[in-house]
């Protein structure tokens, strides 16, 4: 059974840091691609990263390019989401999420191509 096991959220200050965790469970994880995506109160959850655990490929959305640095250590199972800058509008329920298939830039964000989720972690910024 596939298990997704996110921590490491919790309240932060604007321009402050937080680091994600994703324990993963369950599966051959190299062969997995991992994203984290969020979901702030009323609105759709969107895609935050995402990384191919065979490969190391990564994405990114946009607006947290250059704040956000997602990374694999493989031999412990577990996904990262190292958080910087962090604004009031980073607000939301994070959640990791695997799948079997590697994800291209063009589909990686879309939360059906992933089959198992984790609970999610809150994260919330004070400005």
């Known amino acids: 059974e596939v298990q997704l096991v996110e921590s490491g959220g919790g309240l932060v200050q604007a321009g402050g840091s937080l680091r994600l965790s994703c324990a993963a469970s369950?599966?051959?994880?190299?062969?997995?691609?991992i994203g984290w995506f969020r979901q702030a109160p009323g609105k759709e959850r969107e895609g935050v990263s995402c990384i191919s655990s065979s490969d190391g490929r990564t994405y990114y959305a946009d607006s947290v390019k250059g704040r956000f640095t997602i990374s694999s250590d493989n031999a412990k199972n577990t996904v990262y989401l190292q958080m910087n800058n962090l604004q009031p509008e980073d607000t939301a329920v994070y959640y990791c999420?695997?799948?079997?298939?590697?994800?291209?830039?063009?589909?990686?964000?879309?939360?059906?191509?992933?089959?198992?989720w984790g609970q999610g972690t809150q994260v919330t910024v004070s400005s």
């Open positions: 999420a695997a799948d079997s298939i590697d994800k291209s830039i063009n589909i990686w964000y879309l939360t059906y191509e992933y089959d198992s």
């Open positions: 369950g599966f051959t994880f190299d062969d997995y691609a």
